[in-house]
Nanobody, 115 residues
Framework: QVQLVESGGGLVEPGGSLRLSCTAS????????MAWYRQAPGKQREFVAL???????NYSNSVKGRFTVSRDNNKKMAYLQMNNLQAEDTAVYYC?????????WGQGTQVTVSS
C-alpha cells in the first residue's frame, strides 16, 4: 500500500509563493511518476505538473513558467514550488503517484490566493 500526504497549502496574496510537499509512505519506489493535480470549486480536477522517474517534467500551460515540480526519491517526497500565484490558482491541490498500473492519491491541501 502507498499513502500520500500533502502539506504546505494556505492563504497567500496575489503574486506570492507557496511550496507544497507530498510525503509518500509504504511500497513506493523511485520509478513512480509523481504528479500534482488541482480542483477548483465547481470545476473538474485538472493536471498541473508531473515528475517522471527519469527526471523529466511536464506542466500545464496555465502554470508553465510559474510552478516547478521536483522530487527527492531518498526521502520519498515530491514538491511543487508555486510562484506568482494568482486568484485562478485557488484550488485544492492533490498529489498523485502512479506506480505500474496503480494510481494513489493524497487527501489534498487547500491553496487560496486572495488579497
Amino acid at each position: 500500500q502507498v499513502q500520500l500526504v500533502e502539506s504546505g497549502g494556505g492563504l497567500v496574496e496575489p503574486g506570492g509563493s507557496l511550496r507544497l510537499s507530498c510525503t509518500a509512505s509504504g511500497r513506493i519506489f523511485g520509478f513512480a511518476v509523481m504528479a500534482w493535480y488541482r480542483q477548483a470549486p465547481g470545476k473538474q480536477r485538472e493536471f498541473v505538473a508531473l515528475s517522471s522517474s527519469a527526471g523529466t517534467t511536464n506542466y500545464s500551460n496555465s502554470v508553465k513558467g510559474r510552478f516547478t515540480v521536483s522530487r527527492d526519491n531518498n526521502k520519498k517526497m515530491a514538491y511543487l514550488q508555486m510562484n506568482n500565484l494568482q486568484a485562478e490558482d485557488t484550488a485544492v491541490y492533490y498529489c498523485k503517484a502512479r506506480q505500474g498500473t496503480s494510481d494513489y492519491w493524497g487527501q489534498g491541501t487547500q491553496v487560496t490566493v486572495s488579497s
